[in-house]
């Protein structure tokens, strides 16, 4: 069974920085790829940045040159650095796994960002 786990999540003022972790229970290079959502307030599910097998990486438009996705060497954590946070980053965010044909989300973990 696929188990994403999200944390890092808090309180933090405009300007701020946050590095949220995502622990996986596969190997992630195993994975086409992963990737951070996240859902503001009465808002949709929305795509913030993503990372191939193969190390590719996208990101929003919204985070560009602000958030970094990455992962850890031994293949178990998906890293979201979030730098110069503003309050429209306010939201759950989710990870995702792209593992053996389905997409696993773990629970989302808050962030947000105050004025």
């Known amino acids: 069974q696929v188990q994403l786990v999200e944390s890092g999540g808090a309180l933090v003022q405009a300007g701020g920085s946050l590095r949220l972790s995502c622990t996986v229970s596969?190997?992630?290079?195993?994975?086409?790829?992963n990737a951070w959502y996240r859902q503001p307030p009465g808002k949709q599910r929305d795509l913030v940045a993503s990372?191939?097998?193969?190390?590719?990486?996208e990101y929003a438009d919204s985070v560009k040159g602000r958030f970094s996705i990455s992962r850890n060497r031994a293949g178990n954590t998906i890293y979201l650095q979030m730098n110069n946070l503003e309050p429209e980053d306010t939201a759950v965010y989710y990870c995702?796994?792209?593992?053996?044909?389905?997409?696993?989300w773990g629970q989302g973990t808050q962030v947000t960002v105050s004025s």
């Open positions: 596969v190997n992630i290079f195993s994975s086409k790829i």
């Open positions: 990372i191939t097998a193969g190390g590719s990486t």
């Open positions: 995702a796994l792209d593992y053996r044909g389905r997409i696993h």
